[in-house]
């Protein structure tokens, strides 16, 4: 069965501080995408990453993939309160159908 | 505003009902998405379509159909409602149909079946 998980599910931490979200997959794909969601709201793609060892950086956030390892990170430095979110990673599966599959999202909050 | 037009925003209905929701597509896009997104099950795809063809099909149940219209509009119907299909549903759009970009979702229509 295809897994798109994520770690943790819910992350709370202090301003100032640094950490990281895991996105674990269990099929091949080389394309993954990372989106936020505040509560109620709709999705907001972040980061589009194509190929293996892709990285991108958007302010305080950094998202790499390793399509070897199936993972890829959302790595958050200094955090600010404005972060607050929950976050999805999204797989592209390309075997025969089109379609994402989202992971089960990180609800971030970050503590002023 | 990202371009992906969804109505109703609220929707409340009864059980055993029938709604359609609607969807337009980003200028441009020719593909549509649809989503379910409920706690218990997270962000569920339920189908696509791609200039007006169905082109993939996720967990989306029998009691519900979709269809994309010429002018690249798409309904979703949902039939006899459950209270189990309370839920936000979310129409995303793209350009084609298997590049790499991202999706533009739109705000979505919260369903809430009583």
């Known amino acids: 069965e295809l897994k798109v998980e994520q770690n943790p599910l819910f992350l709370s931490m202090q301003e100032g501080k640094n950490y990281t979200i895991y996105c674990n997959y269990s099929t091949t794909s080389d394309r993954l995408y990372w989106y936020r969601q505040d509560p109620g709201k709709s999705l907001e793609s972040l980061f589009v990453l194509l190929s293996n060892g892709a990285v991108k950086q958007e302010g305080r956030l950094m998202a790499s993939l390793d399509t070897k390892a199936r993972l890829s990170t959302l790595h958050i430095t200094a955090a600010v309160h404005d972060l607050s979110a929950t976050y999805f990673c999204?797989?592209?599966?390309?075997?025969?159908?089109?379609?994402?599959?989202f992971g089960t999202g990180t609800r971030l909050k970050v503590l002023a | 505003d990202s371009g992906v037009t969804q109505t109703p925003k609220h929707l409340i209905t009864a059980t055993g009902q029938r709604v359609t929701l609607r969807c337009s597509p980003r200028?441009?896009?020719?593909?549509v998405y649809w989503y379910q997104q409920s706690l218990d099950q997270g962000l569920q795809f339920l189908i696509q379509?791609?200039?007006?063809?169905?082109?993939a099909k996720g967990n989306i149940l029998e009691r519900f159909s979709a269809q994309q219209f010429p002018d690249l509009h798409s309904e979703l119907n949902l039939s006899s409602l459950e209270l189990g299909d309370s839920a936000l549903y979310f129409c995303a759009s793209s350009v084609g149909d298997m590049e790499g970009g991202g999706y533009t979702f739109g705000s979505g229509t919260r369903l809430t079946v009583v």
């Open positions: 999204a797989v592209d599966i390309t075997s025969g159908t089109y379609k994402y599959i």
């Open positions: 200028s441009g896009d020719l593909s």
């Open positions: 379509y791609y200039n007006g063809e169905e082109r």
